[in-house]
C-alpha cells in the first residue's frame, strides 16, 4: 500500500487499485484550488507513473462527497465595479476542465463512491466516472440555480444524456436535492448501499475492474463516443478498437481460459 498527500488529496494505491480521496472534510471537500490541483496531480501518478493501475476510485473524506466549488476562491480572480467576478468561465477553463478531460480518457475504468452530499462541480466530477456508486444517505444537487449561475463542468451534457431533457431540467432549474434511491431509480447512478457497508461494497466491484482486461479501455472510448457518434462512425469504431483489444495477451489468456475452461488471470496488458 502506497499513499500520497497531494495538495488536498490523498491518494492511495494498493496494487492495480488507485483511490483519490478529496481530504478538505471541514468544508464538506469543497473544490478548493488545493483540491484540484492534488486531483490532477494524482491523477498524473496515476496515468504516467511507474504503478500498473487498472480501475481508480474517486471519493471524499468524512460525511460528503464534495459542497462543489469552492465559492472563495471564485471571488478571488478578481471582480468588476459591482463587485462580482469578472470571468467565472475562465476558472472553469483553467481548474476544471483540465480534470474534466483527463477523467474522459483515463486509461482506466473509474467508480465514483458517493459518500453523502454531491453538489454543483462535483455532480460533475462523480457523473463523468464509469460507474457511480452512493451510500443510501447521499443526495445529488445541482445548486448552481441557487447562486445565480449555469450548470457546469459537464453536467448539461452528462445528465440529460442519462436520465433525459425533462428531468435534468426539473433538477437543474429547481435545484432541488436529488435522493440517492432516486437517482437510481432515475438511471442517474448504478448501485446505491447501505452507509454501513458502502466502501466495502463499492471496493468489491473495483477490484473487480481491477483484475479485468486491458481491453476495458476500449470499452470506455467506445461508450463515450457512442453518444456523439452516428450508427456507422460507432460501426466503423467499433472494428478499429477490436482490432486493438485483439492485439492484447489479455486478449488470448481470455480464449485460452474459455477453452480450457478455467477462470482468466488478466495482467492489464
Not at 479501455?217 to 483489444?245: C, G, H, K, P, Y
Request: charged share 25%; aromatic share 8%.
Amino acid at each position: 500500500m502506497i499513499e500520497m498527500s497531494l495538495s488536498d488529496v490523498i491518494l492511495k494505491i494498493d496494487n492495480e487499485l488507485a483511490t483519490i480521496t478529496l481530504n478538505r472534510p471541514d468544508t464538506l471537500n469543497a473544490l478548493s484550488k488545493g483540491v484540484l490541483e492534488g486531483i490532477y496531480e494524482a491523477l498524473n501518478h496515476i496515468e504516467f507513473g511507474e504503478h500498473n493501475i487498472r480501475c481508480l476510485i474517486i471519493t471524499g473524506e468524512g460525511r460528503a462527497f464534495s459542497s462543489g466549488a469552492n465559492l472563495s476562491d471564485t471571488m478571488e480572480g478578481g471582480a468588476n465595479e459591482n463587485g462580482f467576478p469578472v470571468d467565472v468561465g475562465h476558472q472553469l477553463e483553467l481548474s476544471y476542465h483540465p480534470i474534466m478531460r483527463r477523467l474522459r480518457n483515463l486509461h482506466c475504468p473509474i467508480i465514483s463512491a458517493v459518500n453523502g452530499p454531491c453538489a454543483g462541480a462535483a455532480v460533475g466530477i462523480a457523473l463523468s466516472c464509469d460507474l457511480i456508486m452512493a451510500a443510501r444517505s447521499s443526495y445529488f444537487l445541482l445548486a448552481f440555480r441557487n447562486i445565480g449561475l449555469v450548470p457546469d463542468c459537464g453536467v448539461t451534457w452528462i445528465v440529460p444524456r442519462l436520465i433525459g431533457g425533462a428531468r435534468a431540467r426539473e433538477l437543474a432549474l429547481l435545484g432541488e436535492k436529488l435522493p440517492a434511491e432516486k437517482a437510481q431509480e432515475w438511471g442517474l447512478i448504478n448501485r446505491v448501499f447501505d452507509d454501513e457497508t458502502f466502501m466495502e461494497e463499492t471496493e468489491k466491484v473495483a477490484r473487480k475492474l481491477a483484475e479485468g482486461p486491458s481491453g476495458q479501455r476500449f470499452i470506455r472510448q467506445v461508450m463515450w463516443d457512442s453518444l456523439d457518434n452516428n450508427f456507422e462512425t460507432q460501426l466503423d469504431l467499433e472494428r478499429q478498437t477490436q482490432f486493438q483489444a485483439g492485439q492484447t495477451s489479455d486478449f488470448f489468456e481470455g480464449v485460452n481460459a474459455f477453452l480450457e475452461k478455467r477462470q482468466a488471470k488478466f495482467t492489464g496488458k
